[in-house]
């Protein structure tokens, strides 16, 4: 372990494992002489830290956060990030809105404590550029690098208990419209411009010049050159139930029970939900007991339909340390169960998710990497994570619902780790899903919500004010072109209307099933 330790973006010491000072070279900025101390000591955590809190690093938890080598780390004691709220203006990803009492994934990084194995930097991120401004390129590099498999949290157990914080500079507008300019396609740019004139009544045209000369440099990284090899033991033994919920796919269940019977790890239990509103049927699936099947089927019948209900049934059923969330459409290959648990000991990750294609559709993203989203038919989640997480019943017969336990359980500390090199594929089958009409209570509504209700919810829960305006931004300008309305005043007057009658709605679903 080495100790970066520095005050107003200049480097004041170099510290060893025990805390011993060595001698460095006082005229480097922080950013060169962590790549210089990352070839001197090429095995290392490098860590970096605050002059003022170097009293409280937790000196003994630091490997249990770095329990491998591509987690790039860091924790802001302050409020406020160095980039500003501002940044939801242009991004809309769940990494936004950090959970700072949690391990939260966030390319949101800071100079107040942090660190990154000397390997990542030598082998993957030597060309990088060096930012003399320590938070402007620990934000750059997170932002570029987190998508291509490099981990990135706020960690606020580097600390043994919270400092107070000190007050430090955020990114000028300047620098907020150049990193725009430089880590997104370049209409953002533009956008951000309207968003600081619609909602800040502010025309910051300097900063927008300005950055309209600034280069868009794009990475190609690839971490594959850095074995996964978590020191985390997060199986203890290799154990899972399978939930299915089903409706009226008795020949594509049939299928996937197939495909499950085939596994080289076979599932203890395999828990189906299955649904059917008419209140004289029975079940259909007599193959369950009609066959022999080489693991436990826990059938229920239910006459209440809904996803989200279905699912909670299975949970509150599953009897192993892992569960398989799955779908009655799904077909996979018989090491799928096998490969899973390899991966989540490479990465030692609680929930992964595969990919999820149809037959005919081509992958397209192909890295191992940290996911802002969460699929309720392809993903695999320790039990102990579940014990603490449901399904929300606001979002049942509408949208939402995966995403939203996706964020419990990040909300809870746990990350979501999309596996690209294992696949299921998703049949869509034809028939399934809502096969009776569901009557939303806003239905008579003189104006219809626009965006959905559960939209609306989702947003206003896990976003922040700023992706919020965002969004109403950008659906207002994308709808117009579909909308009757033509005369530019009337329409926007028309969707403030729809948007306060889905703003009303969400309400009401947040105090419905609350």
């Given at each position: 372990m080495?100790?970066?330790?520095?005050?107003?973006n200049?480097?004041l010491?170099?510290?060893?494992?025990?805390?011993?000072a060595?001698s460095?070279?006082?005229?480097r900025?922080?950013?060169?002489?962590?790549?210089?101390?990352?070839q001197?000591?090429?095995?290392?955590?490098?860590?970096?830290?605050?002059?003022?809190y170097m009293d409280?690093?937790?000196?003994k938890h630091i490997?249990?956060i770095f329990?491998h080598?591509?987690?790039?780390a860091?924790y802001t004691v302050s409020?406020?990030?160095?980039i500003?709220?501002?940044?939801?203006?242009?991004?809309?990803?769940?990494?936004?809105?950090?959970?700072?009492?949690?391990?939260?994934?966030?390319?949101?990084?800071?100079?107040?404590?942090g660190g990154i194995?000397?390997e990542?930097?030598i082998?993957?991120?030597?060309d990088?550029?060096?930012?003399?401004?320590f938070d402007?390129f620990?934000n750059?590099?997170?932002?570029s690098a987190?998508?291509q498999?490099l981990f990135?949290?706020?960690?606020?157990h580097f600390?043994?208990s919270k400092?107070?914080?000190?007050?430090?500079n955020q990114i000028?507008?300047?620098e907020?419209?150049?990193f725009?300019k430089s880590?997104?396609?370049?209409?953002?740019?533009y956008?951000l411009?309207?968003?600081?004139l619609i909602?800040?009544?502010?025309?910051?045209i300097?900063?927008f010049v300005k950055?309209?000369f600034s280069?868009?440099?794009?990475y190609?990284?690839?971490?594959?050159?850095i074995t996964l090899?978590s020191?985390?033991?997060?199986?203890?033994?290799k154990?899972?139930?399978?939930?299915?919920?089903?409706i009226?796919?008795?020949v594509?269940l049939?299928?996937?029970?197939?495909?499950?019977?085939?596994q080289?790890?076979?599932?203890?239990?395999?828990?189906?939900?299955?649904q059917?509103?008419?209140k004289?049927s029975n079940?259909?699936?007599?193959?369950?007991t009609?066959?022999?099947?080489?693991?436990?089927?826990?059938?229920?019948f239910?006459?209440q339909?809904?996803?989200c209900n279905?699912r909670?049934?299975?949970?509150?059923l599953v009897?192993s340390?892992?569960?398989?969330?799955?779908?009655?459409?799904?077909r996979?290959e018989?090491?799928l169960i096998?490969?899973?648990?390899?991966?989540?000991?490479k990465?030692g990750?609680?929930v992964g998710?595969?990919?999820?294609?149809?037959s005919?559709?081509?992958q397209?993203?192909?890295k191992?990497a940290?996911t802002?989203?969460f699929?309720?038919?392809?993903?695999?989640v320790?039990?102990?994570?579940i014990?603490?997480?449901?399904f929300?019943?606001?979002?049942?017969?509408n949208?939402?619902?995966?995403?939203?336990?996706?964020?419990?359980?990040?909300?809870?500390?746990e990350d979501?780790?999309y596996?690209?090199n294992?696949r299921?594929?998703?049949?869509?089958a034809?028939?399934?899903g809502y096969?009776i009409?569901?009557?939303?209570p806003?239905?008579n509504?003189k104006?219809?919500?626009?965006?959905s209700?559960?939209?609306?919810?989702f947003?206003?829960?896990?976003?922040?004010?700023?992706?919020n305006?965002?969004?109403?931004?950008?659906?207002?300008?994308?709808f117009y072109k579909?909308?009757?309305i033509?005369n530019?005043?009337?329409?926007?007057a028309?969707?403030?209307?729809?948007?306060?009658t889905?703003l009303?709605?969400?309400?009401t679903?947040?105090?419905?099933?609350?």
């Amino acid at each position: 372990m080495m100790y970066l330790i520095h005050q107003n973006n200049r480097l004041l010491r170099i510290l060893d494992n025990e805390f011993k000072a060595i001698s460095f070279n006082k005229k480097r900025s922080i950013t060169e002489a962590l790549y210089e101390l990352a070839q001197c000591f090429p095995t290392e955590i490098i860590v970096w830290c605050h002059k003022a809190y170097m009293d409280f690093i937790n000196k003994k938890h630091i490997n249990n956060i770095f329990h491998h080598k591509r987690i790039l780390a860091s924790y802001t004691v302050s409020d406020k990030n160095y980039i500003s709220k501002q940044i939801g203006f242009v991004d809309q990803s769940v990494f936004i809105k950090v959970n700072k009492e949690v391990t939260y994934p966030t390319w949101l990084m800071s100079s107040d404590i942090g660190g990154i194995h000397a390997e990542i930097l030598i082998t993957v991120l030597k060309d990088f550029k060096k930012h003399n401004n320590f938070d402007y390129f620990l934000n750059s590099l997170a932002k570029s690098a987190m998508s291509q498999g490099l981990f990135c949290y706020s960690e606020p157990h580097f600390f043994i208990s919270k400092p107070k914080a000190i007050s430090h500079n955020q990114i000028s507008t300047l620098e907020l419209f150049k990193f725009v300019k430089s880590h997104y396609k370049w209409v953002w740019v533009y956008l951000l411009m309207l968003c600081y004139l619609i909602y800040l009544k502010k025309l910051p045209i300097i900063p927008f010049v300005k950055s309209l000369f600034s280069n868009r440099k794009s990475y190609d990284l690839d971490f594959n050159t850095i074995t996964l090899n978590s020191s985390r033991k997060v199986i203890d033994k290799k154990e899972i139930d399978v939930i299915i919920p089903t409706i009226g796919r008795k020949v594509y269940l049939y299928d996937v029970l197939k495909d499950l019977s085939k596994q080289t790890i076979l599932p203890k239990n395999v828990i189906i939900i299955e649904q059917n509103p008419d209140k004289n049927s029975n079940t259909e699936l007599n193959f369950l007991t009609d066959e022999s099947w080489p693991f436990k089927i826990n059938h229920k019948f239910t006459h209440q339909t809904g996803v989200c209900n279905a699912r909670n049934i299975g949970i509150n059923l599953v009897q192993s340390e892992w569960l398989f969330l799955g779908d009655d459409d799904n077909r996979f290959e018989p090491n799928l169960i096998e490969n899973i648990f390899e991966e989540i000991e490479k990465t030692g990750s609680k929930v992964g998710s595969t990919v999820y294609l149809k037959s005919d559709e081509k992958q397209t993203y192909t890295k191992t990497a940290q996911t802002p989203v969460f699929g309720g038919g392809n993903s695999f989640v320790k039990s102990s994570v579940i014990n603490n997480v449901k399904f929300n019943l606001q979002y049942e017969y509408n949208y939402g619902e995966d995403s939203d336990f996706g964020m419990q359980i990040r909300n809870l500390g746990e990350d979501i780790i999309y596996f690209s090199n294992i696949r299921i594929t998703h049949l869509k089958a034809p028939v399934g899903g809502y096969r009776i009409k569901v009557e939303h209570p806003w239905e008579n509504e003189k104006h219809m919500p626009k965006p959905s209700p559960t939209i609306m919810l989702f947003n206003l829960k896990y976003l922040t004010k700023q992706q919020n305006q965002l969004y109403k931004l950008l659906l207002f300008i994308k709808f117009y072109k579909s909308q009757s309305i033509k005369n530019p005043f009337k329409y926007i007057a028309s969707m403030k209307r729809k948007w306060q009658t889905s703003l009303k709605w969400a309400d009401t679903l947040k105090k419905r099933n609350a």
